[in-house]
């Protein structure tokens, strides 16, 4: 069962992770807000600027195997602790189960501790997203133009789109250790639950030979997997005149496509 939001914020999380962590024997790692601010984050930046404290951040937690590892591989996981949707707030309905709105960094997580009790012979490294996205007045807004840890500039559109925004400068700095893959975890976005329901989850990968796997890695589990397109050619929809990429379209409509290829930068 999910804990509730006051148990499980961003402070509660990270000592949480420290804990199991020493536990495993993984090192452990924080990038806090001012060495966020310094390594250029302003994507995680924004989402996290409205937060009544100052415990957001990202988590590395890194796992190596005795002996010689075969690859390195990266695990990044969205892990926002509350999402009321910022300014562009959700309704009663779709803000009632946002605690869960982290579950991507658990299953994450789950599967660093999954790999290393299976003592996997992988370098693996973790990277959590953990913050909040509420409401105030240094709320991050619509139109605001924000710049990510590897340049890009951003247009904002929608607030409640700030998965992709935590998770792009996450993904970035997992991909200046060039690891040969590198998987991510996310209650991301609406759009699919629109396609699928609830029975089945969608996934991306930028390598099409990689689709029958994760299919059918999928069905092997009980964990029915869907894979969806993301072609170049979706770029057209995030064209920005004020910045390098939109952070989502201004229309919803294959919003799971659009964030999958906004990530992709």
Known sequence: ALLPPNVLDCVAYRRALQQLARREGWSFRFYDLATLKRLGAGAFLAVARSNPHQGAGIVRLTYRPRGRARER???VGKGICFDTGGINLKAHRSMY?????????????????????QRAPYAIDCWLAITENRIGPTAYRPQDVVRACN????????????GRMALADTLALAARREPRFILDFATLTGACVYALTE????VFTNRES???????????SGERVVCFPMPADYDA????????????????????ILAARFLSR
């Not at 709105?101 to 660093?112: C, F, K, N, P, R």
């Open 73 to 75: 591989i990266a695990l």
């Open 97 to 117: 189960t946002m605690h869960g709105d982290m579950q991507g960094s658990a299953v994450a997580v789950g599967t660093l501790l999954a790999l290393t009790r």
């Open 151 to 162: 340049g890009t500039t951003i247009q904002v559109i929608h607030t409640d789109a700030e």
């Open 199 to 202: 029975r089945q989850s969608g």
């Open 210 to 220: 990689l689709e029958p796997l994760l299919e059918s890695a999928g069905r092997r």
């Open 237 to 256: 929809d995030l064209q920005s005149k004020v910045a390098d990429v939109l952070q989502c379209a201004v229309e919803g409509k294959g919003d799971h």
